[in-house]
C-alpha cells in the first residue's frame, strides 16, 4: 500500500483510467457518491412485474441491492447489503447479482434461492434500442450540490424465469417488456442524514415524474418518449424530457405538462395525458394510462427512502438479509406518507395512432386541486 494512491484492483490492469488514482478510489470523499444500476421487467398484461437493482458506494464500504415481484397489490421484496470489501469488484450482493454478458446490449439479473422469501429469477435483459443518456440532474440545498448524477437508460426484451411461491413462470421476450438504467455520482439522500444539519425545509408541493415510453408506429417504426421533472414548491427544481430514435437521435423536449388524474387515498395514477412541448416549436400530445390490475412495484422496500429504519447506502454489517410479503400495498401505507406511493407503474401509451408501453414513477403531495387532490387529510397519506 501506498498512502497517496488508492487499493490496486484488477480494473487497473486496463487503459480505462480517468483520474490519477486507481479505480478502488472515486472523484469525491463525499459520501453520497453513488453507482446504481436498476430494472423493472413487466408482464404485457401487468399482471406480474420484476423490479431488480444494485447500489455501491465507494465511500461507505457499501454495497447493496433488492429484487422482487409485484402481482397486482401484492409485494414480495428482499433485501440484501454488504461491506464492499474485500470483494469490491463483485456486482453481487447475498443472492442478488447483475452481470455485464454484452456491453450495452444484454445483461443478465438474478435472484437465488435464499430463506428471506419464496421468490427467485434468472433474467436475461436485452436491447431494443440503444442506451440514451438523460440531461445531468444537478441540485443544491443550500451552499451545497446535494445532487450531481448522470444516468442513462435503455428499453429493451427479456427472457429466463421467474419462480414465486414454487410456481415457475416462464419468460418469452414477445410477452414482455423491460427497461434499466444505470446512474452515477453524487446522489441525495444516501445513507442517514448528519444529526447536526439544520432540517431540511420540505417543500408544501411536491410533484415528480420519470418516465420511459416505447411506441410503435403502424408500418413498425419505432421511437421512445423519456422525461423526468422535480418540481417543489411551485418551483421546477429539475427538466430532462427528448424524443429518441433508434439511430442514437434525439429530439429534445423543452417542456412537459402533465394532465392527469390520481387515486386520492394511495395517489395511484389512473390516467390521463401529458403534453410535450419541443424545442422545435411542435407540440405534442401522449395519453397514458395504468394497467389493469394495479400492478405497481413500490420502491419504498427498494430503500429509496427510509423503510424500517434503513435507507440505501446505509451500512448494516458485513452482510445483511431481508424483506417481506405485502399483500395489500394499498393499506400498508400509513404512517410512511409521500415515499410509500413512489412506484414503478406499468402503463399503455398513445400517441396518434403509436402505440406502445411504458413505466411511470410518480410522487404527488400537497394540494394540487387541478389534478383533483386535495390536500391528504390522514396522517401518513400523501
Known amino acids: ?75 414480495l421484496t428482499v433485501r440484501a447489503s454488504r461491506e464492499l470489501a474485500p470483494n469490491p469488484e463483485e456486482m453481487a450482493v447475498g443472492p442478488i447479482s447483475y452481470e455485464v454478458v454484452d456491453p450495452m446490449k444484454r445483461v443478465r439479473f438474478r435472484l437465488a434461492e435464499n430463506d428471506v422469501l419464496p421468490v427467485r429469477f434468472d433474467l436475461m435483459f436485452e436491447r431494443t434500442f440503444p442506451a440514451f443518456f438523460e440531461d445531468r440532474h444537478l ?70 415524474h420519470w418516465t420511459p415510453m416505447l411506441m410503435e408506429n403502424p408500418d413498425g417504426s419505432r421511437y421512445e418518449v423519456h422525461y423526468y421533472f422535480i418540481q417543489g414548491g411551485g418551483v ?32 395511484f395514477l389512473k390516467g390521463g395525458k401529458i403534453i410535450l412541448l419541443m424545442a422545435s416549436g411542435e407540440q405534442r400530445t401522449v395519453e397514458i394510462e395504468a394497467m389493469e390490475g394495479r400492478t405497481g412495484f ?37 404512517g410512511l406518507g409521500a415515499s410509500w406511493q413512489l412506484r414503478d407503474c406499468p402503463i399503455r401509451v398513445r400517441e396518434g395512432k403509436a402505440t406502445g408501453l411504458g413505466i411511470l414513477e410518480s410522487t404527488i403531495s400537497g394540494d394540487f386541486p387541478e389534478f383533483g387532490l386535495p390536500e391528504a387529510r390522514e396522517a401518513g397519506r400523501a
Not at 421476450?173 to 446512474?183: C, L, N
Not at 420502491?299 to 405485502?326: C, I, N, S, T
Open 298 to 334: 413500490h420502491l419504498l422496500p427498494a430503500l429509496y427512502g427510509v423503510f424500517k429504519g434503513a435507507r440505501h447506502g446505509m451500512w448494516q454489517g458485513p452482510l445483511k438479509l431481508d424483506g417481506e410479503r405485502v399483500e395489500d400495498c394499498d393499506t400498508f401505507s400509513g
Open 236 to 267: 421546477l427544481r429539475h427538466h430532462t424530457g427528448y424524443i429518441n430514435h433508434p439511430d442514437g437521435r434525439q429530439e429534445p423536449i423543452v417542456r412537459v405538462i402533465p394532465q392527469v388524474t390520481y387515486e386520492e387515498d394511495t395517489r
Open 139 to 208: 441540485d443544491r440545498e443550500g451552499f451545497r450540490i446535494v445532487s450531481d448524477v448522470i444516468r442513462y437508460h435503455q428499453a429493451g426484451t427479456v427472457s429466463g424465469w421467474i419462480d414465486v411461491d414454487g410456481e415457475r413462470i416462464e419468460v418469452r421476450p414477445e410477452e414482455w417488456y423491460a427497461f434499466r438504467d444505470h446512474s452515477w455520482g453524487v446522489r441525495g439522500a444516501v445513507g442517514t442524514r448528519p444529526d447536526d444539519l439544520e432540517p431540511p425545509r420540505m417543500p408544501s408541493t411536491f410533484h415528480f
Open 1 to 75: 500500500m501506498n498512502a497517496g494512491i488508492g487499493q490496486l484492483l484488477p480494473s487497473d490492469e486496463g487503459l480505462n483510467h480517468q483520474i490519477v488514482d486507481t479505480f478502488g478510489t472515486v472523484a469525491t470523499p463525499d459520501l453520497s457518491w453513488t453507482e446504481k444500476i436498476w430494472t423493472t421487467i413487466v408482464r404485457k398484461d401487468g399482471s406480474l412485474q420484476v423490479d431488480c437493482g444494485l447500489g455501491k458506494y465507494p465511500n461507505r464500504n457499501v454495497i447493496d441491492g433488492f429484487g422482487g415481484v409485484a402481482r397486482g397489490i401484492e409485494q
